[in-house]
């Protein structure tokens, strides 16, 4: 459900390994977002990209690396310079619209089902 | 950027009692408001938003406020059910003065609700 998928669900990553994140999405969303979530500190945002060939830095982009070759895909690669990578990784896409079209921005986001990543 | 402040943290109601979740926001260009609802080891679902140019809005049992002078919104349930635990998360949408005016979903810390029967 939902059209926007994750994969793996667990990862386990040896310390000094760089891993990468699958997250794909048939709805035609043109944004698409990565979150980590930690215990207590909500969703915060690592990239975003808004339209292929694009993407911007979040709040806690440091060691992580995306790319956006197509408008369906957006992974996310979790680098041997992230200090703490065990979390969970939630990845999404919304319907966000140009506010030159709406005059507002309206940006629903539907999640995919997370993975798991931990470093062992 | 963006900053966006959730509270409480923790809420435990008992069955049938009322719910209030708040959060502020620092970007005054923000307008839109969404919430969602995560469930233990579920992904986030949207269940109500609100955009700038409206005060409030209903959906059967909850329903959100929005005070665009004082940037806060609040998530209030009522009737409260079992099924409405679940960890709660406000978000708003910070507009970029990017090329393609990208809009930056940026979430609360998230409300542990429990309701006891």
């Known amino acids: 459900d939902g059209g926007i998928t994750q994969s793996p669900k667990y990862l386990f990553r040896k310390e000094g390994q760089n891993v990468t994140l699958s997250c794909e999405q048939n709805?035609?969303?043109?944004?698409m977002y990565w979150y980590r979530q930690d215990p207590g500190q909500g969703l915060r945002l690592i990239y975003y990209?808004?339209?292929?060939?694009?993407?911007q830095k979040g709040d806690i982009a440091e060691g992580y690396s995306v790319s956006r070759e197509k408008k369906e895909s957006f992974p996310l690669t979790v680098t041997s310079a992230q200090k703490n990578p065990t979390a969970f990784y939630l990845c999404?896409?919304?319907?966000?619209?140009?506010?030159?079209?709406?005059?507002?921005?309206?940006?629903?986001?539907?999640f995919g089902q997370g993975t798991r990543l931990t470093v062992v | 950027g963006e900053n966006v402040e959730q509270h409480p943290s923790t809420l435990s109601v008992q069955e049938g009692d009322s719910a209030v979740i708040k959060c502020t926001y620092s970007?005054?260009?923000?307008?839109?408001f969404p919430w969602y609802k995560q469930e233990l080891g579920k992904r986030p679902q949207l269940i109500i938003d609100?955009?700038?140019?409206?005060g409030e809005k209903k959906d059967q049992r909850i329903a959100v406020t929005l005070n665009k002078t004082a940037k806060h919104f609040s998530l209030h349930i009522t009737e409260t059910q079992p099924e409405d635990s679940a960890v709660y998360f406000c978000?708003?949408?910070?507009?970029?003065?990017?090329?393609?005016?990208?809009?930056?979903?940026?979430f609360g810390t998230g409300t542990r609700l429990q309701v006891f029967p």
């Open positions: 978000a708003a949408s910070s507009p970029e003065k990017d090329l393609y005016n990208t809009d930056k979903l940026i």
């Open positions: 709805l035609n969303h043109d944004a």
């Open positions: 609100i955009r700038s140019n409206v």
């Open positions: 999404a896409s919304s319907t966000s619209r140009p506010k030159l079209l709406t005059g507002g921005s309206d940006t629903e986001a539907f």
């Open positions: 990209s808004q339209i292929v060939n694009d993407f």
């Open positions: 970007d005054s260009a923000s307008n839109y």
